[in-house]
């Protein structure tokens, strides 16, 4: 398991997570602040995993 891989993962979930349970991106219908910048994590993660080679995570 690689560490870039690990943290996908753990961007992907934080993100899912945060969607799911911030009140403010429910009551705004739009991302808030948090969740811009998770999603900011969540993307520079993606990048480097597809840099890396790009195999697929087998949690998904
Ligand atoms: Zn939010």
Known sequence: MSSLTDALENA???????MRTCRQCHADG???AV?????????NAR???L???GQH???D
Do not use: F, P, V
């Open 30 to 32: 739009a991302a808030c």
């Open 47 to 49: 990048r480097e995993h």
């Open 35 to 43: 969740a811009k910048h998770l999603l900011r994590i969540y993307n």
């Open 12 to 18: 992907r979930l934080t993100y899912d997570q945060h």
């Open 57 to 59: 995570a087998t949690t």
């Open 51 to 53: 840099r890396s080679g």
